[in-house]
Each structure stands twice: as C-alpha cells, then as structure tokens.
C-alpha cells in the first residue's frame, strides 16, 4: 500500500490564520504542506506550478476572490480538490459553484478540516485508480 502524502496548498491573506493552519497541518504525518498563498492571484499561480492534491481557500482575498481563483485553478487543474474556508456562512454556494468541493467555516473543529483534507484526497486516488 502505497503511503503517498497528501499536497496542500493553503491560500489565506490573514497571516495569524495562515500560520495557524499551517501549524494544524505540519504535525500530520500524511499530510505534506506544499505553499501558501497570499492572495487569489497568488494561489492560482502557486497550485499551477506546485499542483496540490488539496487545496484550502478563503473565500474573501485581495486581487482575486477565493471562488475567482478557484475557477481558475479547476480550469487547468480539474482533478484538484478544493475546500472553501470562510468566517461566514454565506458563500457556500458561491464556493460550489466556483468548483469548490467541501465547505468549511473556520470555526470548524480542527478533526472536521483533517477529515475533509483526507476524504477529498481519497476521493481522487480512487478515481485515479479507476481510470
């Protein structure tokens, strides 16, 4: 069985959250933080060039929106998995139909993010077995 860790990407413009998650993230053994973005414009570039099995986006960033930024990835990078983290509640449908796959507010529980981060992974590794 192959113990491949999971890419992510993290994209927030709040450096308090940013480091937080990051600190989340770092201190699972699957999980392997492979950037952060600043901004929307920033995200784009970083999942085009780094090519995350997961993404974290906020919803409300500077240049470019969290959904903006999310089809613009799903565009290039369609099997690419991201979660919407947002303070408020209200861009859950937004976030879906930007192509976001799992919405979270950031006051989730930390095993709540971790449980998401995992079965998206699964998910693709599983449609990339079928295929």
Request: hydrophobic share 40%; with cysteine.
């Amino acid at each position: 069985m192959e113990n491949k860790k999971i890419k992510v990407l993290l994209a927030d413009d709040n450096e308090v959250v940013r480091e937080g998650l990051s600190n989340i993230l770092e201190s699972h053994e699957d999980i392997e933080l492979i950037g952060k973005a600043v901004d929307g414009l920033d995200a784009v570039a970083k999942a085009l060039e780094k090519k995350p099995d997961v993404i974290l986006m906020d919803a409300q960033m500077p240049r470019m929106s969290g959904a903006e930024a999310t089809r613009r990835i799903k565009e290039n990078l369609p099997d690419v998995k991201v979660i919407f983290l947002t303070v408020y509640g209200d861009y859950a449908g937004e976030a879906l139909a930007a192509g976001a796959s799992w919405y979270l507010t950031k006051d989730c529980r930390r095993q709540d993010l971790l449980e998401a981060i995992r079965s998206l992974a699964k998910s693709k590794k599983v449609k990339e077995k079928s295929s």
